[in-house]
């Protein structure tokens, strides 16, 4: 009940900050968001640069595509294998994209295009983060 009398509704999952939370805080659905709203980004690159060369790609894919698949990955961080397989999946599909890469293998993608996985991005920034964690709690 609220101050007013109403009766407050509970709900699945709750976006704070960008970020999805549900009650049991698992992260499935932040993957889902943050999947849909990759694909979508790279749905649009895909039909507006006729170009597909592996600088630019690059560029386009840090800039525009990236950001919505680490956006706060700190707070949400998956640890199920199949929410880092849909995340991966958007690298994945992005690296078939560009030209001359159809016949080479993820890793070797990744390695021509000087990136990493996603799920080694994620624990490069936990890692980076952890210091700051002791710094604050011991302030």
Known sequence: MSNNGLQVGLVETEKD??????????????????????IWVMGMIRRTISYKEPKIMRSLYKTLVRPHVEYCSCAWN??????????????????????????????DRLRCLRLWTLEERRNRQDCKLQPLTFLVCEI
Do not use: W
């Open 17 to 38: 900050l960008g970020v999805m939370i549900s009650p049991d805080l698992k992260c499935s659905q932040q993957c889902i968001c943050a999947y849909k709203k990759a």
């Open 78 to 107: 998956p640890h199920y294998r199949k929410d880092m397989e849909l995340l991966e999946r958007i690298q994945r599909r992005f690296t078939k994209m560009i030209n001359d890469m159809n016949g080479m293998t993820y890793e």
